[in-house]
């Protein structure tokens, strides 16, 4: 989506879709729904990767590495949401008032960021060409290192009794 439009629409996409979906999973009553609002979170894993060709538009050199490294910071926004979660004590609430503070992010976002004429929307190329790498042997086996890293992380994070 960062390659076909603006990498700030992009950005503000994900961060909207994100606080909508944390908003849904807060009234969930089933578990399908529990599923359909986990996936449409998931969008915010997309976050990182939409930045980074935000920032790769807009700084050169030294001053990209530090933009970066702010970015980079910004993954700790999800260690926040296990701190809220222990202050507020309901999940939900917890859940819509991380969803506000991203609606507001996203708000303060487009009011800060302005557009970058000279940012192309690149439609050179379909789908399939771009996806292309997708088929490489080492580019699946570096993805499952990725899932299960990552999400090995997570789940014992999630899972491991307290201490």
Known sequence: MANRYQSRTAM?????????????????????????????????????????GFI????????????????????????????????????????????????VSALLFLICVRSDSSERATRTQPPVVRLAPLLKIQVLRFSLYYVFVFGGFVALIVWLPPT
Do not use: K, P
């Not at 979906?21 to 986990?38: E, I, K």
């Open 12 to 52: 503000a996409v994900v961060m909207v879709t994100s606080a909508l979906a944390a908003v849904g999973l807060s009234f969930v009553q089933l578990y399908w729904q529990a599923l359909a609002a986990a996936a449409a979170i998931g969008v915010a894993g997309g976050s990182f990767a939409v930045g980074v």
């Open 56 to 103: 790769a538009n807009r700084f050169v050199g030294l001053r990209a590495r530090r933009v970066l490294d702010w970015l980079g910071l910004g993954v700790a926004g999800a260690a926040l949401s296990f701190i809220v979660n222990d202050v507020v004590d309901d999940w939900r609430l917890a859940a819509q008032l991380e969803a506000l503070a991203l609606l």
